[in-house]
């Protein structure tokens, strides 16, 4: 699978909406090789890309920016649209993660939530098996199979263990799972399963770690005080 690579430049936006619990800036790994490069200017806020895949090929498309709030949708050649993304992996960048369904020449639609933008990239590449395995723990967790969900995001840290997104994701299945069953029982940190609990707290500082390493130490912070206030049922500056 090749890559699709493009920078290009929209008038700016600002685009600040990011979950304190889950909100993590995350660079997923790009390990395929740039086959196509460029840079311009793009007018109105929307620009097309084509390339061209094979059935049961995996595929990450990623729009990422610092300017404005990405949108992705990726089309057959009939135009049918067969998957699309706004927020991907806890922050404001869109990512489509896919096995393509046919030999065919596919459309990537990039855009700005707002209409307006700034600087962007987009690739188009094969997708590692750390994707694969976070995609799979999204998907059964949007399905609230919780239980499934857990061990995805289990697997995707054991190949990627530097991830943060895949640690935040399993602790929001954990506190799916413990919703789901005991739902408006739930008042406090106290009132969930105290192995969860501790499960959830190792996985938000394991990612606050990481977070730490190349991401706002401000989102680092937040995520150390959820991890407290699991730990001591006091919320941040309520001491």
């Known amino acids: 699978m090749h890559t699709l690579y493009r920078a290009s430049k929209f008038a700016a936006v600002s685009a600040t909406c990011l979950s304190v619990l889950w909100g993590t800036a995350v660079a997923l790994p790009s390990r395929a090789d740039t086959y196509l490069e460029e840079a311009g200017t793009i007018t109105p806020a929307e620009a097309s890309y084509t390339f061209e895949g094979r059935r049961g090929e995996t595929v990450?498309?990623?729009?990422?920016?610092?300017?404005?709030?990405?949108?992705?949708?990726?089309?057959?050649?009939?135009?049918?649209?067969?998957?699309?993304?706004?927020?991907?992996?806890?922050?404001?960048?869109?990512?489509?993660?896919?096995?393509?369904?046919?030999?065919?020449?596919?459309?990537v639609i990039a855009q700005s939530y707002s209409g307006q933008g700034g600087d962007y990239s987009l690739m188009v590449r094969s997708s590692t098996p750390y994707e694969v395995s976070y995609a799979e723990a999204q998907a059964l967790a949007m399905d609230e199979d919780y239980p499934a969900a857990i061990d995805a995001y289990t697997s995707a840290i054991a190949l990627d263990p530097d991830q943060p997104s895949a640690y935040l994701g399993r602790a929001e299945a954990y506190l799916g799972q413990v919703y789901l069953e005991q739902g408006t029982q739930i008042q406090g940190p106290e009132d969930i399963p105290l192995s969860t609990r501790e499960a959830i707290i190792a996985d938000f500082e394991a990612a606050a770690t990481l977070i730490e390493v190349s991401g706002p130490q401000d989102w680092a912070d937040s995520l150390r005080e959820q991890a407290d206030f699991l730990r001591t049922g006091t919320q941040p500056g309520m001491e």
Not at 78 to 102: R, V, Y
């Open 60 to 107: 990450t498309v990623t729009l990422e920016s610092e300017e404005f709030d990405p949108v992705l949708s990726l089309f057959d050649s009939s135009g049918n649209e067969i998957a699309t993304n706004d927020d991907f992996g806890g922050t404001l960048n869109s990512t489509i993660i896919l096995a393509l369904p046919a030999d065919d020449s596919y459309t």
